[in-house]
């Protein structure tokens, strides 16, 4: 079981939009997929159509001595599972700063699932701030995938990842943690700037960034308010097509779990 952290500090660059859909395309290939929705904002959470209750987060795992197990939801796509956001997950960010395992209480939460066989990914969603859950995640992680969208200010982005990146390798909380990938999000090409910044990425962080690149379009935007992931939305269209092909390029970066090799 591989546990990949998609964050990045900057909001609106297709992390949620990412982490769905990355996870909706796993599963659809015969991954066993564990979405976490570590975002206060639930947004991964109502983009899968899923009501946010207030049981039923991590909340009570990362503040009190639930299990992890307890609060795994079925999603109705089949081979994904979610534990679900809700705003309560916000007390984190107070509540744990306030202990002295604040970096670490993520990681020992999510331990026990390591030696269940349930789950090939976890996938989580991070939050933008760069506050105790999202460098909780990537403390819990064993890898992270940076969304980029390409324009200017991705860039910038980039470097303060990175940052933070040899920050939690250096803590000794995870020295491990390793950059599996970036992602170019929303790329559009009647904008000679996109092709630009990816042209940059692809400059700086040479084999790191994906081949793949998620196109902006209007499905892609549409599809939470209708609480599908896009391959359900629009299914034969540009952003499913997309998605599709960036898991197929993450599989073939780890090698496939042996169900979805010998279903090949
Ligand atoms: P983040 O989680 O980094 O804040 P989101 O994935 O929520 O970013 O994306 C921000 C907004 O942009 C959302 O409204 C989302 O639906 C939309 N969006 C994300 N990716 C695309 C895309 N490729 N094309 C069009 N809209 C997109
Ligand atoms: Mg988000």
Avoid: W
Avoid at 208 to 215: E, F, R
């Amino acid at each position: 079981m591989r546990i990949v952290a998609i964050a990045n500090q900057k909001g609106g660059v297709g992390k949620t939009t990412t982490a769905l859909n990355l996870s909706a395309c796993l599963a659809a290939k015969g991954c066993r997929v564990l979405l976490i929705d570590l975002d206060p904002q639930a947004n991964a959470t109502s983009g899968l159509g899923i009501a946010q209750e207030e049981e039923g987060s991590l909340y009570p795992c990362l503040v009190g001595d639930a299990q992890p197990q307890s609060v795994i939801r079925s999603t109705r796509l089949p081979n994904l599972s979610i534990i679900r956001s809700h705003q309560e997950l916000a007390g984190c960010e107070v509540e744990l700063a306030q202990t002295g395992h604040h970096l670490t209480r993520l990681r020992d939460v999510l331990h026990p699932l390591r030696y269940t066989g349930h789950f090939d990914y976890v996938i989580m969603d991070c939050p933008p701030s760069l506050g105790v859950l999202m460098t909780g995640a990537l403390a819990a992680a064993d890898e992270l995938l940076v969304p980029i969208q390409c324009e200017y200010f991705g860039l910038e982005g980039l470097s303060k990842i990175v940052q933070i990146v040899q920050q939690i390798r250096e803590s000794g909380a995870n020295p491990n943690l390793a950059l599996e990938g970036i992602v170019m999000t929303m790329f559009d090409s009647r904008m000679n700037l996109s092709q630009q910044v990816v042209n940059d990425v692809r400059g700086y962080f040479e084999g790191v960034v994906y081949q793949t690149i998620i196109p902006r379009t209007i499905r892609l935007g549409e599809a939470p308010s209708f609480g599908k992931a896009i391959i359900e939305y629009d299914p034969s269209g540009k952003g499913a097509q997309a998605y599709t092909s960036l898991a197929e390029e993450f599989l073939a970066r780890h090698g496939a779990p042996a169900a979805v090799a010998s279903a090949a």
